[in-house]
């Protein structure tokens, strides 16, 4: 018996595409070649995940495959709605938490996939809901990260960022934006002071 050549599956599927954009060129199907990349996409991600999900050594291809996901959602769908930047960070952000999931020793995968899912959110709520002002939300999703790194990895240190940039999501975020100033006058005191008392007391 012959063995299938995957060179004719290849063949139909690049076929496929390129009828699908002469009809979208061509205005018959408008928007027909987003089905062909988005399932392009979507393939490549099955590819990555299916090795994820079924080898613990190959942790690294969730990356890819969360990243190939998201891109083939934004493609078929939710560009036009205005959630594309949210899917296609979004998915980088849950590979990164799919790593530390997988393995908690990796704790270093919290801080980029906490900042990729605060990017991808700001961005849907400034392209599907044009709120322009999401300063507070950044700083509070990045404090978050912190807090979290802080509280599952362990690490003590993550306290003093987490603590800083809630503290700046709160007054860009509020309407006492206007105290911030004053606030970074307070730190500059208080931290003046502790070092003179320490200094006075190592003495």
């Known amino acids: 018996m012959k063995r299938f050549d995957y060179r004719i599956l290849i063949g139909a599927a690049l076929i496929l595409g390129g009828v699908l ?14 089905f062909f990349w988005a399932g392009v996409l979507a393939i490549g991600a099955g590819i990555f995940l299916f090795w ?38 979004g998915g980088i952000g849950v590979g990164f938490w799919a790593v530390y999931i997988r393995q908690p020793a990796k ?18 709520l400034t392209d599907a809901f044009n709120i322009i002002e999401t300063g507070g939300v950044f700083f509070v999703g990045l404090g978050l990260t912190f807090l979290l790194v802080a509280l599952l990895a362990k690490m003590k240190w993550g306290y003093i960022p987490a603590a800083v940039l809630l503290m700046l999501g709160f007054f860009l975020g509020t309407p006492f934006a206007g105290l911030l100033q004053y606030a970074w006058i307070g730190i500059l005191l208080i931290a003046g002071v502790v070092l003179v008392i320490s200094a006075a007391r190592s003495k």
């Not at 906490?114 to 961005?123: A, E, I, Q």
């Open 52 to 89: 994820f999900f079924s080898d613990p050594s190959k942790w690294w291809a969730a990356i890819p495959g969360f990243t190939l996901a998201g891109m083939a959602g934004s493609a078929l769908l939710l560009d036009r709605l205005g959630w594309g930047g949210l899917a296609f960070l």
């Open 107 to 124: 704790w270093w995968a919290i801080i980029p996939g906490g900042v990729l899912l605060t990017l991808g959110f700001t961005s849907a």
């Open 21 to 34: 954009m002469l009809l979208d060129t061509t205005g018959v199907i408008k928007g027909a070649s987003d």
